[in-house]
């Protein structure tokens, strides 16, 4: 009896014990929406918290709240300015809808106005946009500009995982090596319960800012990154890649960097247009108190934040500290959420300075599934005021690195000079990144997802590709085959060889290509500054008039091509190059080409005779000096396998290009002086997008040079829209040498589209552009009027009509209006052609389509 009666109690306990391992082992959900008791308005930003915790959350503009509990939690409250505090029961282990009715506070009533949604929101007789227009009017002064001498320590991190990452991921069996790399969390954090971390960097340095001229400069005295084998990753160029993401926080810039995206702060000077300004609280506990000031953009798609501020009630006004988010509905690409925190600590002056700054973002191409989270956190101390510096701390690049970064410090080095001790899970990515360097598997996939991605086949000292180039076709070679590659540092840090040969299976004739390449400065000619020699040959084809950047001419997508396209050449090029480029981004190209290029396809080279007959030219050569000079400040880019990828920001780029024909020379033929030059500027229009302009021009000096040697004005006759070409012009239609051209891209970011209902879910971008080109052809070059027989007559169709032209008083003009971020990956224009429409086979209207991958 006694043992039945002890068995029964243990059983009981134990099923006790167990339905409460149970209850706090889940996490329960809870949602509901809050609203006035008396007038059933929906309170925004109520905040919402487990009492005696700092688990909380606030509710959204229309009053719905979201929050996930663990079992040991069973209370919330709900607190919001001018409203009595109200407090329910949760059901531990259950999902469950939970409205709030708030009801007034009468004791503050005399002291305080409730802005929450009692009515339509205004800005007039506004309290919270009378606070707001107070912190504008006071942003001089709280700025760093306000000082004339500033320095500090600052120290950054920047953390990357792959996220949001599920069970039967973690469990594929081609992670069986690799379970110790996965992380867990709370799941209610953002990047979800399992997140695999794949990349850190660290960086000390000193900051020097001077008011008068203003220049900040970053001297950089140790930095720390997980390195990847860099036959498969540029390291500095994905650094340079995630610190252009995650750029720091000017909460006073009117408008504030997100993801290469410009959002407007909520106090520019134009902040109360664009957002809802709400005071939900005071804090009386800090000295000064605070207010905290909430705000939510008036569209929720449009490119704004949402979140709280924290202002001093001293007269100064100043921002004491900030939480932005944003909305789920924003028109940003790949973004599921986004987290920064800033802090500002109070300076012997009374004013306040940026202590600490934290941003998370976290992106995916869908809503639920893996996507990748970044953090990084900035610490600013020991900052000191009015301490002037000679002029020379301030001169040059930006940012300058220590001689000694790159050398290998060790982890004591590390932890003696961070202000922030690193996490467990921080450290342990270090080791992890290098451990995964030694795993076959990892390296098998990181072979093959690089032979995708860039194109290139590694085999340690060589390379094999770009893969895209392996086939192509076109109306003069037919079926092509390519195949090639390049050294790699692994053969040798200072020379570098590439080459390729190709066969056109319709001329059956072999193209080839073989370049050698000596570093001066023990670098990789990849590598930015580059300081190099490089010699050349190249035999292949081209379409005269056809310039394309970023891609090659045989890459397999261009072999579709509209309209008449037969006129080619086949060109033997003879290259001898220098390239210096300097740490402020001043960079020139000085060389010698020599060029043969002879007529292929249906393409001829004819001139007169001195019996004034049409004769067949077979031939034509040139000897050129060339240089170009190029500035770009403060210029950010990717490196890639290929081509640096420009990452635009506000700074402009000019360049300068001249060439000299020398006739006698290595059988040059002609004399002639080419001139032409290019300014690119995007210009930022805050919530009204940005602009992409460029300005360009040229001059040949010169008598008596043939059509080939002109500027062949560049045309496209893809069906993909070409941002550098007159996409609706035939190659080899017009022809100058002087001209000017304007080009303007403009990106509106969805401002229209954002305000139409239904179609602002499609996060759908409105794009235009405009192209104009001024130009003319002086007669001493010009075979309409000048019979000279050096000058080739220009060239005729099958009909014996001509196809090229010269640009008169008239520009050429095309315009287009596109819709972009179709499938977050395409944009397509409609363009229009509004000048010499009657020439022969030209199009005043074409629908051209362009693959852009854009935040």
């Avoid at 594929?172 to 867990?184: C, G, M, P, S, T």
């Amino acid at each position: 009896m006694t043992k039945s009666i002890i068995f029964k109690s243990i059983t009981f306990i134990c099923f006790v014990l167990l339905q409460t391992g149970f209850v706090f082992g889940q996490t329960t959900s809870v949602r509901g929406i809050i609203t006035d008791l008396v007038t059933g308005e929906t309170l925004p930003y109520v905040t919402v918290t487990v009492p005696g915790t700092t688990i909380g959350t606030s509710a959204d503009d229309d009053g719905r709240y979201t929050i996930k509990l663990s079992g040991s939690q069973t209370k919330l409250k709900f607190n919001f300015i001018g409203y009595l505090p109200v407090e329910v029961d949760v059901k531990p282990g259950i999902d469950q809808v939970i409205n709030i009715e708030m009801d007034v506070n009468e004791d503050m009533l005399d002291a305080v106005v409730i802005t929450g949604k009692r009515g339509r929101y205004r800005n007039r007789d506004n309290p919270a946009v009378e606070l707001i227009k107070k912190v504008i009017e006071h942003k001089a002064e709280n700025q760093m500009g306000a000082h004339e001498y500033v320095q500090y320590e600052q120290y950054e991190k920047i953390t990357f995982a792959l996220s949001n990452l599920s069970e039967k991921f973690k469990n594929k069996k081609i992670f069986q090596n690799y379970q110790f790399l996965f992380n867990e969390q709370d799941s209610t954090d953002m990047g979800g319960r399992i997140t695999l971390p794949a990349y850190m960097e660290e960086k000390l340095s000193n900051v020097y800012y001077r008011g008068d001229p203003e220049k900040k400069k970053q001297y950089v005295l140790a930095n720390k990154k997980a390195e990847f084998d860099p036959r498969f990753i540029d390291n500095d160029g994905l650094s340079a890649y995630f610190n252009r993401l995650y750029e720091d926080i000017n909460i006073y810039d009117n408008n504030i960097s997100i993801a290469t995206n410009l959002l407007l702060s909520p106090i520019a000077n134009n902040s109360p247009t664009f957002y809802k300004f709400f005071i939900t609280d005071t804090i009386k506990t800090n000295d000064p108190w605070l207010v905290e000031l909430s705000f939510i953009p008036r569209n929720k798609a449009d490119l704004l934040f949402e979140g709280k501020l924290y202002i001093t009630l001293e007269g100064n006004y100043a921002v004491e500290g900030a939480y932005l988010t944003v909305n789920n509905d924003i028109n940003l690409n790949f973004m599921r959420g986004l987290e920064a925190d800033l802090e500002f600590d109070k300076n012997d002056d009374g004013r306040y300075s940026l202590s600490k700054s934290t941003l998370a973002m976290e992106f995916a191409i869908t809503e639920k599934g893996g996507g990748m989270y970044g953090e990084r956190t900035v610490d600013y101390q020991n900052y000191v005021f009015g301490k002037p510096q000679p002029d020379s701390i301030y001169s040059g690049p930006a940012e300058v690195i220590a001689y000694n970064v790159e050398e290998k410090k060790d982890e004591n080095y590390w932890n003696d000079i961070r202000p922030l001790p690193l996490s467990a899970d921080e450290v342990s990515i270090y080791r992890n990144v290098d451990t995964l360097q030694t795993i076959k598997s990892f390296r098998r996939f990181m072979d093959i997802s690089t032979l995708v991605l860039a194109g290139y086949k590694s085999f340690g000292k060589f390379e094999m590709g770009p893969a895209n180039t392996f086939y192509s076709f076109n109306p003069v070679e037919g079926f092509r085959l390519r195949i090639g590659g390049r050294t790699t540092p692994e053969f040798n840090k200072r020379f570098y060889a590439e080459t390729y040969a190709a066969y056109g299976f319709r001329d059956e004739k072999w193209k080839y290509f073989l370049s050698g390449t000596y570093s001066f400065n023990k670098r990789s000619i990849y590598k930015f500054p580059g300081n190099y020699l490089r010699a050349s040959f190249q035999r292949d084809t081209k379409i005269p008039g056809q310039e394309l950047r970023f891609v090659q001419e045989d890459n397999f997508l261009l072999s579709f091509k509209r309209g008449d396209n037969q006129r080619w050449l086949y060109n033997d090029i003879y290259r001898l190059e220098y390239v210096r480029e300097f740490e402020n981004h001043l960079s020139f190209n000085a060389g010698f080409t020599k060029w043969k290029q002879t007529p292929a396809g249906i393409l001829t080279y004819q001139r007169l005779n001195t019996a004034g007959n049409s004769v067949n030219v077979e031939s034509l050569n040139t000897s050129e000096l060339n240089f170009q000079i190029r500035y770009a400040p403060n210029e950010q880019y990717y490196q890639g396998k290929l081509y640096r990828t420009p990452i635009f920001n506000k700074y402009p780029i000019f360049t300068l290009n001249y060439d000299m024909g020398m006739k006698g020379f290595l059988d040059g033929e002609y004399n002639y002086h080419k001139l032409s030059g290019s300014i690119f500027k995007r210009i930022y229009l805050s919530q009204l997008g940005y602009a992409d302009v460029t300005a360009e021009g040229g001059y040949i000096f010169g008598k008596n040079i043939p059509f080939p040697l002109l500027t062949i004005h560049r045309a496209n006759q893809t069906y993909a829209y070409q941002l550098n070409s007159y996409n609706l012009m035939n190659f080899m239609e017009f022809m100058s040498d002087k001209y000017a051209a304007i080009d303007v891209q403009y990106y509106m970011n969805g401002f229209l589209f954002n305000k139409i209902p239904l179609i602002k879910k499609l996060k759908l971008r409105e794009v235009f552009s405009f192209k104009s080109l001024w130009g003319s052809l002086r007669n001493e070059n010009n075979p309409t009027y000048n019979t000279n027989n050096n000058l080739f007559l220009f060239p005729l169709d099958e009909n014996g009509m001509p196809i090229s032209y010269t640009l008169n008083k008239e520009p050429y003009i095309e315009g287009s209006v596109g819709i972009a971020n179709i499938f977050k990956l395409f944009r397509v224009d409609l363009v229009k052609r509004f000048s010499y429409l009657d020439n022969p086979g030209v199009s005043e209207w074409g629908v051209r389509a362009r693959f852009k991958l854009d935040f």
